[in-house]
């Protein structure tokens, strides 16, 4: 009886050998390629990230410029208001815009009753008192609540010479403004001088320390006869 024939062990181990040696080499030379490959790609990927992280921070400074534009912008809005100019200077300004002869003869007592006044403790004598009305004017700018006090005087006017006697200097009003620009007309009575002559009254507005601001002189008028119950002129 024949025997089949083996095949050679050594064949295929020889074979079978050869087969295995070949497999590592292939795999070294991929991972050779491979690991080339990371290789080289690690600087793009490193590029690529640098990119992206600095696109990133630009991103995030934008940010930061344009939040700091709208604080910048809401401040703006909600900061104090700015403050309003000063006002110029009020105009300062005292003047006796008239001051004209109403009543060339009156009695004391019948002036005070048409003015309002309490005649209470007024003399016989004073009631019969002759004397002139006259109708004054004023405005005052600037100078509220300052004390402006109005005076008359009384001049011969021939002369020029101012009568004697504190009956013929007399401050018979004081104004104080109640506004920034105020103006009064108030009635002033005067006495007639005792004797004949031809007169005027000066009519001044002083200031707190009794300085002349402003004054008028009323048109002249003239006594024909003595008045005994004029006053004195002494």
Same mark, same amino acid.
């Given at each position: 009886m024949s025997r089949r024939r083996r095949s050679s062990p050594r064949r295929r181990s020889s074979a079978g050998a050869? =087969?295995?040696?070949?497999?590592?080499? !292939? *795999?070294?030379?991929?991972t050779t390629h491979s690991d080339q490959a990371r290789i080289d790609m690690a600087p793009i990927e490193r590029s690529r990230r640098l990119k992206q992280a600095l696109g990133a921070a630009g991103a995030i400074v934008a940010l930061l410029a344009g939040a700091t534009s709208v604080f910048d912008w809401f401040e703006d809005k909600v900061d104090d208001p700015p403050k309003p100019r000063?006002?110029?200077?009020? =105009?300062?300004?005292?003047?006796?815009? !008239? *001051?004209?002869?109403?009543i060339r003869d009156e009695r004391l007592v019948d002036y005070m009753r048409d003015t309002g006044q309490d005649t209470t403790g007024v003399s016989v004598a004073e009631r019969r008192e002759r004397g002139l009305r006259f109708v004054v004017r004023v405005r005052l700018r600037g100078l509220r609540g300052i004390p402006m006090p109005l005076r008359w005087q009384m001049y011969d006017k021939p002369t020029g010479r101012r009568l004697r006697g504190a009956i013929y200097s007399q401050v018979p009003v004081t104004f104080t403004p109640a506004n920034a620009d105020h103006a009064r007309t108030v009635p002033i009575w005067v006495p007639k001088p005792r004797l004949a002559g031809t007169y005027i009254v000066r009519f001044t507005l002083l200031d707190r320390r009794r300085q002349p601001l402003d004054d008028v002189t009323s048109p002249a008028f003239t006594v024909d006869r003595n008045t005994p119950s004029g006053g004195r002129d002494d």
């Amino acid at each position: 009886m024949s025997r089949r024939r083996r095949s050679s062990p050594r064949r295929r181990s020889s074979a079978g050998a050869g =087969t295995r040696r070949n497999v590592p080499a !292939a *795999a070294e030379r991929a991972t050779t390629h491979s690991d080339q490959a990371r290789i080289d790609m690690a600087p793009i990927e490193r590029s690529r990230r640098l990119k992206q992280a600095l696109g990133a921070a630009g991103a995030i400074v934008a940010l930061l410029a344009g939040a700091t534009s709208v604080f910048d912008w809401f401040e703006d809005k909600v900061d104090d208001p700015p403050k309003p100019r000063p006002a110029p200077p009020a =105009t300062i300004d005292a003047r006796i815009q !008239a *001051a004209d002869l109403q009543i060339r003869d009156e009695r004391l007592v019948d002036y005070m009753r048409d003015t309002g006044q309490d005649t209470t403790g007024v003399s016989v004598a004073e009631r019969r008192e002759r004397g002139l009305r006259f109708v004054v004017r004023v405005r005052l700018r600037g100078l509220r609540g300052i004390p402006m006090p109005l005076r008359w005087q009384m001049y011969d006017k021939p002369t020029g010479r101012r009568l004697r006697g504190a009956i013929y200097s007399q401050v018979p009003v004081t104004f104080t403004p109640a506004n920034a620009d105020h103006a009064r007309t108030v009635p002033i009575w005067v006495p007639k001088p005792r004797l004949a002559g031809t007169y005027i009254v000066r009519f001044t507005l002083l200031d707190r320390r009794r300085q002349p601001l402003d004054d008028v002189t009323s048109p002249a008028f003239t006594v024909d006869r003595n008045t005994p119950s004029g006053g004195r002129d002494d």
